[in-house]
């Protein structure tokens, strides 16, 4: 009969798994399945014989690489990557900025209603995509904006329309992110930097921002895979103009190919494809800044 002492030392070795458990399970059925799921579909196809009305005249068979070599050559899926890069980029740019600048000026010591005007730049963030999508919808109506005379939802404007609910809503979570990182250089820093004359401006651009780099850069990494999977702005915005086509971005193609073509095995093949576009995207970004950001060698 196992001692007291064992009895605790197997207890205490299994109470870690014990706590992963519940984690691990749900790893395993919402994530580690459906990925492996879709990659079982990614290579399978339907296959019809005759009519396509008999019994078994409609089967699922192996398709090998098709449906990938397929995906790879639709020009729609890259067409949509090429808007998606452009939103992003003007995402990133205007996102990033805003967020760097009000945390910047939130970490000065002179700024007035600090706390107010942390959660008003917050608050977007927490307002539902698909609401921030609606609100912003009826204010580019033209009946409804308040700016007469411009049309937001034209083929020209449409995608800046877009990208200023994207920049709207994830400004606040950026800065967040941002001002908590500033908060955490020791004071002692500025103090000495004000003692040799240096004004704020230089401190912000000599002292912090170097300082902040690696919050900087995870910050873009997130941005990065939040617009390549940029989904909700364009499926809200789109019943309210004809400017914007249902495979406008890779995601709102997958669901196209899925739910309205009914074609689950190229939709499945073309997820496998996004996802490793935007892992290498990702990765490379870090692998090209992470000497600069976390002095580490390529």
């Not at 070599?69 to 205007?94: C, E, F, N, P």
């Amino acid at each position: 009969m196992p001692s007291k002492h064992a009895r605790r030392t197997g207890g205490g070795i299994a109470a870690p798994y014990l706590f992963l458990a519940p984690a691990l399970v749900l790893f395993v059925v919402f994530l580690a399945l459906p990925i492996a799921y879709t990659i079982y579909l990614s290579t399978r196809r339907v296959q019809r014989s005759g009519l396509g009305l008999g019994k078994g005249s409609v089967r699922e068979v192996n398709a090998g690489l098709g449906n990938y070599a397929a995906a790879l050559s639709d020009a729609s899926l890259w067409t949509s990557w090429l808007r998606v890069l452009l939103y992003g980029l003007i995402v990133l740019v205007l996102m990033l900025g805003l967020a760097l600048l009000f945390a910047l000026m939130l970490d000065t010591a002179r700024v007035r209603l600090a706390r107010f005007s942390r959660i008003s730049i917050f608050l977007p963030f927490a307002v539902p995509g698909v609401a921030a999508g609606l609100m912003w919808g009826f204010l580019y109506l033209p009946g409804t904006t308040p700016l007469k005379g411009v049309d937001f939802l034209s083929a020209g404007t449409v995608l800046y329309s877009m990208a200023n609910v994207a920049i709207w809503g994830g400004t606040g979570f950026n800065m967040l992110v941002l001002y908590t990182a500033l908060r955490a250089i020791p004071q002692e820093l500025y103090e000495a930097a004000r003692m040799d004359g240096a004004s704020e401006v230089r401190i912000a651009l000599r002292v912090k921002i170097p300082i902040l780099m690696p919050a900087i850069i995870l910050t873009t990494v997130f941005s990065i895979i939040a617009t390549v999977q940029v989904f909700t702005e364009p499926t809200v915005l789109r019943p309210l103009t004809n400017t914007i086509p249902s495979d406008f971005s890779p995601l709102t193609k997958i669901y196209t190919d899925a739910f309205v073509r009914g074609d689950l095995y190229s939709a499945a093949a073309t997820a496998i494809v996004v996802a490793g576009i935007s892992l290498v995207l990702s990765f490379g970004f870090l692998r090209v800044v992470k000497r600069q950001a976390f002095g580490e060698s390529s």
